[in-house]
């Protein structure tokens, strides 16, 4: 039997970007001969565990609406399911959360035996697993979140750093991200590995002709919140001719923020397609009959879902993020577009004079997108895309994941 690993998430394994690398790592580690087992908050009478790759005898669930007496507690301010806020739990729940995990940690280290334990997000469970277990190995992939919750909820940094500080090995998305940390977490370098994300080349690939539409086909995929610049690509798409493209939005998420982007979606008529929330299959099927992706976020770490919809195919609009900089920093393509970000006045939220221009650019950006689709060589193959693709395949990821497994446990014996 392979070494012992318990994965551990503090939200639903299946919703969001870190639940996608979750299921990743727990499928690549599977067929690497390691033995998983997982701790992670779902929601009381959900059936998470099936969508993953272990049994319900290797899964250890916190009950959200049972254990901890109130929706989940979300990484990001808003989840494409109900949750709770960081910023907004009162010292007592504060109190029940910390203490339940606590709980069901020790449960499950005195059940399973890890030999390594493989945590997402530099967050309050990671810092609670390292000081409960000192001599177990830990490593820890930040995603990007956790970042801006440090900013946004200075009053639990202390509780977050006592732990986090002191964790073995933390996995970056990109070497911009590995200064940040090194920065705010005090932690040394040469402990901050730059491993990226990937994509399953499995589920996301082109199809093998490339079939265009009348109108181009345009997609937005991710929670619905401002943070991820929707209501500006709603503002700027009805801006655009009417009958001139479809665009499908897929995605969820709850509140003001959701009923504000459906209000504004309403002027596109039939032109939009409001799609939900959609499994993986689904979201692959739909990239690859997609022309253009457009991810306007004011905040990532490294959006995965740039690289699934470049892997099907799509040509790309973004936001010149760091992390996604860095990440096409030598592609010069016309498939792959950045937009400059807008003076922002919080982490994720642009002033209110930049507002009109970010909009105007992501018009002006999707009308030239849309008119490089008519060029007879529109699909013409990039090399230095496909070998960016697969350097970002989840197989190639998780291996260097695996070098630092075998790292850890190997200097634990």
Partial sequence: MGKKILHILSQI????????YLQAALRHAAECGFENTLLAGVPVHSNHHEKLTLGAANFCPVYFGEEIPFPVVGMSDVMPYPSTRFSDLSPAQLEIYCHTFERKLEDAVERWQPDLIHSHHLW????LARRKFTEIPLITSCHGSDLRQFHTCPHLQERVLSGCRDVDIVCALSEIQKLEIAQLYGIPEERIRVVGAGYEK?????PQEKKHSDRPQLLYAGKLSRAKGVPWLLQALTQLPAGSFDFHLVGDSSGPEKEEILALAAPLGDAIHIHGKLEQEKLADLMRASDIFILPSFFEGLPLVLLEAL???????T???PGVSELFSGIESERVELIDLPQMIAIDAPHPAEEELFVADLKQTVETQCAH????NADAPCPKIDALLKDYTWGGIFRKIERLYLELTD???
């Fill in 311 to 317: 892997a099907c195919g799509c040509r790309i609009i």
């Fill in 373 to 376: 689709l008519a060029k007879t």
């Fill in 319 to 321: 936001t010149a993020l």
């Fill in 411 to 413: 200097s634990a014996e």
């Fill in 124 to 127: 309050l469970l990671t810092s």
């Fill in 13 to 20: 394994p299946d919703a969001t970007g870190s639940g996608i």
């Fill in 202 to 206: 499995r589920r996301f690939y082109q």
